[in-house]
């Protein structure tokens, strides 16, 4: 393909994928084929009437200026019963990561790892102390409270951050767990419980502190409403924290920080709850069958998932970027390979959770490059029985 070195070209030197727009634009014609396993979205939702309401919109959107923040929010709060006062909405969950840093984030953070790459980033880029714990592979990547709890202790931290479910291994912290944390470390300047993921969570019935976070002095929920909506492109997401906490975060923020789409989408909601509620069911259906398609490939090891996506391990002799190019010039499907995260090496692959039409692509690709190898592999044990 002769865009196909253009677009692998774009994931060096840089701490995370290029966007879909980037890579498809790169790869030309072969790129209005791509699918996309790398970005974490519900691909039920919205529903494709939800859009035909959107684009009989668009014009309307496009052309006039969205209400206040604070309206859209309200709105937001009556749809899923939150007090407004304990609730600032921003244009994406990162900015609200940023302002978090520039406020609360005096001298360090602590923050296990792998984990989502603004974490660490941002407060290094600023200049703060960042005590990273390091999940363990042998342990399934699974935090343990009272290990990272002395951890802190050891370092002084004086933040701490858990993601829940983590990315990129979807490992999920149970609800009783999350709050043990939250009172072992409720002298710390603050704690932030990242929930970006938490609707896809079917471990438990109702798996958010936010209601906790509400009525604590140092606590902060974040949300991502673009994962869990499918809407990344319009960029929203909220925190819950308790009112003063809340009320400071709303007076930094713009007044207009969020569009006139984000508007639109959040008055939408409280018509399609339902369809909304039967994404999620499709999603986690669709997470088992994938789960199984890959884990009865030889040559991968599947790691057990609570988010909308699945880690993969690679075998031994199989790297993770020559299996991410092909996959990508061959196949039109772009993967998360996951060198470039820390605490983790290139052998490791994020795979987002898609229907079943996607994962057959997926599946295809991977039988093509991998099945190679298993017949070298194969023919080297005969050979040595023979020698």
Known sequence: MRHSADAASMFQ???????????????????????????????????????DELAANLTKMLKFYPSSSDTITHQLCRVLGLNPATVAMANGSTELITWMDHMWVKESLAIPIPTFGRWTDQPMETGKRVDMFPLREVDFFQLNVDEYVRFIRQRGSRVAVVCNPNNPDGGYLPRREVIRLMDELADLDLVVIDESFIDFVEAEPAPSVAMEAAIRPNV??????????????????????????????????????????????????????????????????????????LARVPELSVYSSQGNFLLVKLGQ???????????????????????????????????????????????????????????????????????
């Open 13 to 51: 030197n840089t701490a995370h994928s290029p966007s879909f727009f980037e890579l498809s634009r790169q790869m030309g014609e072969h790129g209005r084929h791509l699918v996309d396993f790398c970005i974490p979205c519900n691909p039920y939702f919205p529903t494709p009437e939800m859009f």
């Open 220 to 293: 902060v929920v974040l949300k991502s409403l673009g994962k869990n909506f499918g809407l990344h492109g319009i960029r929203f997401g909220y925190l819950v924290a308790n009112p003063g906490l809340a009320g400071k975060m709303r007076k930094t923020l713009p007044k207009w920080n969020l569009n006139s789409l984000a508007e639109t989408i959040i008055f939408m909601l409280a018509s399609h709850g339902a369809e909304y509620r039967e994404s999620l069911r499709l999603l986690a259906r669709d997470r088992y069958s994938m789960g199984m398609q």
């Open 317 to 387: 002799g199989v790297e993770g970027t020559q299996l991410r190019d092909h996959l990508l010039g061959r196949h039109q499907v772009f993967i998360r390979e996951c060198g470039n995260k820390l605490g983790m090496s290139s052998q490791f692959l994020r795979l987002v959770v898609r229907p079943q039409q996607d994962v057959a692509r997926l599946m295809e690709g991977l039988d093509d490059f991998l099945q190679p190898n298993w017949s070298d592999e194969l023919a080297e044990r005969r050979e040595t029985r023979t020698a």
